[in-house]
């Protein structure tokens, strides 16, 4: 019986209320996000600064087609200085009264590294895709990256050869500040 009254006492403690201040949760889960999101968001834009300085420094003539009926799209292409691979590729079109424009840009054994699209010239999602340093043969890429809309981040990278690995970041809003 005396056990029972030690149990009660002990479990009835544990659950009173304490009066020590709580931060909210959302607040709460902020603090430990907030610097992860920031370092793997500059490990993305370290790359993709990697990608424009290789493809600024491989660029030599590009070609630009116009939309025949009123341009409605244009699309410009950049190569490399000896009639090799593509380097850029990039598509703008207008439709219901915005500007959407994607932009490829490609390794120099012709991969797709990274891709940008726009909405009304800011930046709703960016792709960037690392590959292995040597091709010898066709693989898939070591690690991807995707951002959406500037707060959402994945991070994916292949562990084994068979296997990948996928860290999820998101930069929280101010309270009250709407998408």
């Known amino acids: 019986m005396l056990g029972l009254l030690l149990l009660g006492a002990t479990s009835a403690r544990a659950q009173a209320p304490s009066n020590a201040p709580r931060p909210p949760p959302a607040e709460a889960a902020a603090l430990p996000l907030a610097p992860l999101y920031a370092a793997a ?6 790359g993709v ?3 424009y300085a290789q493809a600024e420094a491989r660029a030599g003539y590009f070609a630009a087609s116009h939309g025949s009926f009123g341009g409605l799209h244009r699309r410009v292409r950049t190569y490399a200085r000896a009639s090799g691979p593509l380097v850029k590729r990039e598509v703008v079109k207008h439709k219901f009264g915005v500007e959407l424009q994607k932009v490829s840009y490609y390794d120099a054994t012709g991969r797709q590294v990274l891709a940008e699209r726009y909405e009304g010239r800011q930046l ?12 010898t ?3 898939p890429p070591a690690a991807k990256w995707l951002l959406v809309r500037g707060d959402y981040l994945r ?3 292949m562990s084994t050869p068979t296997h990948f690995t996928t860290h999820y970041y998101h930069n929280l809003r101010p309270s009250g500040e709407g998408l």
Do not use: I, K
């Open 41 to 46: 968001h500059d490990s993305l834009m370290r």
């Open 49 to 51: 600064a990697q990608v």
């Open 124 to 135: 709703t999602r960016l792709e960037l895709w690392e590959y292995p340093s040597p091709r």
């Open 137 to 139: 043969q066709p693989s």
């Open 155 to 157: 991070h994916q990278f």
